[in-house]
């Protein structure tokens, strides 16, 4: 197991130590259900591992301390009343910033005696409010108080191991840019800094240095002959010409290299129309095996609509795309058609083929475009994301929105899809009016409440929540 799961037991003295023994056990079943690696005080700790003591408390930071490099997030968990000041001291002297999920027996109503008592329906708020005033951010479960064993709990724990793997994820990350942003596109403007001050660092490259390791490629180097056949096994490319497979290979040998040797969790290139020109190919093939394995690549220099795939890929642990809002469906309100020319990842389609781009092809010839991916996105659930820096603020700000992708079929060139999103209007108004970029992030799964835990509650970023009833 590479990661791990931090628990608190808490404990208040006049309650049963029993409960805590059998709450210790319950939980840590419970973390190893979600395929991580619980630490937490022995059994043979005190009170049956439990925080009851400052002492307790001292002994768990200590734990958690020596293993900081493989949680990712720390459950409190009540069996009892527990000790509030217990529980934030463990997680004040562990210096660990990462997501705490504070849950809370249930009593049952046959065993309100003294014995068996347990008060955690109480108790939970006392720990919540100390929490409060040590400025330690954290989650709640569905209901106050839960079964560890029960579906509600399992619900939670999934969901709140997705904002551990996204919180994780995103700290110390790095973007790698392909070439400036396009001059038509001030849309995708972001600030280096303000991504910096949060841990994204990001590392630009001239489109020239990669078309200068394509330049030093051999037409006879065997990698070539090798990449053209991870192509071809890759997707449809019976209409694609021989000289431009050979281009997309190159292309995709050097961009990997890059990658690699950069260490890079995601990158953006500007594509539109540089590349086209330069080297004679649409690089969209290649962005979209990078997505597919799980190094996000977005269009047009988009740095922010880079971090949005990488933020939703962890939250759902599947590729991601970038899409543009592009055209009303009709009259219907509530639906859209999303664009792009075609790099989303191939897991995303219900059906694709490499092509040239027709937007591009119109002007710069279509020989120039081959490498464009045409096909229809696959019917389903949809999270939509947005990551943007505030300049005007020196902030994050980002939203969220879930709807379908639906079976409805379009006339379309490129890569589309139609999707539904309820109250659709309402939220297209609430992001013109507040600047949101026409680049859009998005994975075939529903994630958006991670996402707004994540952002909003661990990175203090100015969240938009669009889903229904937020």
Known sequence: MSKALGIIVGNRGFFPGELCKDGRRAMVEAVERQGMEPVVLPEEHG????????KDALACAELFQERQQDIIGIIVTLPNFG???AVAEALRHSGLQVPVLV???PDALDKMDIGHRRDSFCGKLSVCNNLRQYGIPFSLTTDHTSDPNGDVFRADMRKFTAVCRVVDGLKHIRIGVVGPRP???NTVRFSERIFERHGISVESVGLVDILQIIDGLADDDTRIYETQEEIRQYMDVSGVPPEAMVKLAKLQIALDQWVRENQYDAVAIQCWSSLQTSLGVNPCTVMSMLSQSLIPASCEADAAGAVSMLALQLAAQQPSGLVDWNNNYGDDPNKAVVFHCGNYAKSLYKQSCIAYADILGSSLGMERTYGAIAGQIKPGPITFARVSTDDMHGTIRAYTAEGIVTEDVIESFGSWGVVEVPALQKMMGEISRLGFEHHVAVNLSH???????AFGTYFGWEMHDFRPNR
């Open 47 to 54: 009170v049956y591992g439990s925080c009851l003591t400052r």
């Open 83 to 85: 000790d509030e000041k």
């Open 103 to 105: 849950h809370a027996f």
């Open 183 to 185: 001059s038509d596109f």
């Open 447 to 453: 994630v958006g409440d991670v996402l707004a835990e």
